[in-house]
């Protein structure tokens, strides 16, 4: 358990004594991680949730919807943060493996906000939030050894 609370904190070697007390009176503790990501997690399911149910209401609902999807990706996104740590997360979100998931994923989210604000285009809203599912999705897998190629081998397959 203590070597999985080293990696996910970006202490994966054992640092000098002084370093490591430095950082754990810095930083949360492992309950309050796991406590954070659960409740951040949580509210992110929840506003997808809520956006989904937002998609039925007359008029304005495709724009609550975009918004709603976005801030619960933002909000899931954002719960790994309390385990990894913000500069960890960040590092590895920009590693040259998922660097073009990340950019995709994080101009998803951006366009999605913008066409429901400042454009007004409801449709072009919707099409993002597709895009974001697609580009969270494989930004996510790439997380995963060799999941990115299992996908595409099946992909390739089923096209074939």
Same mark, same amino acid.
């Given at each position: ?9 970006? @202490? ?85 493996? @998922? ?15 913008? =066409? ?25 897998? =790439?997380?995963?050894?060799?999941? @990115? ?6 992909? =390739?397959?089923?096209? =074939?």
């Amino acid at each position: 358990m203590d070597k999985l609370k080293r990696v996910l904190s970006g @202490r994966d070697a054992e640092e000098p004594s002084g370093l490591s007390e430095v950082i754990d009176a810095t930083s949360l503790g492992w309950g309050t991680r796991v406590k954070g990501f659960i409740a951040c997690f949580a509210i992110g399911c929840l506003c997808s949730l809520l956006g989904s149910c937002f998609l039925w209401v007359p008029k304005k609902g495709l724009t609550l919807f975009a918004v709603f999807y976005t801030l619960g990706n933002i909000a899931s996104i954002g719960s790994t943060l309390f385990l990894m740590g913000p500069v960890k997360q960040l590092k590895r979100m920009f590693e040259p493996t @998922r660097l073009i998931a990340t950019i995709v994923m994080l101009l998803c989210l951006a366009l999605t906000l913008c =066409s429901a604000f400042w454009w007004r285009k409801q449709g072009l809203a919707l099409l993002f939030c597709i895009l974001q599912f697609f580009a969270l999705a494989w930004y996510s897998i =790439s997380f995963i050894p060799f999941a @990115r190629d299992a996908v595409k081998k099946c992909i =390739s397959v089923c096209l =074939s």
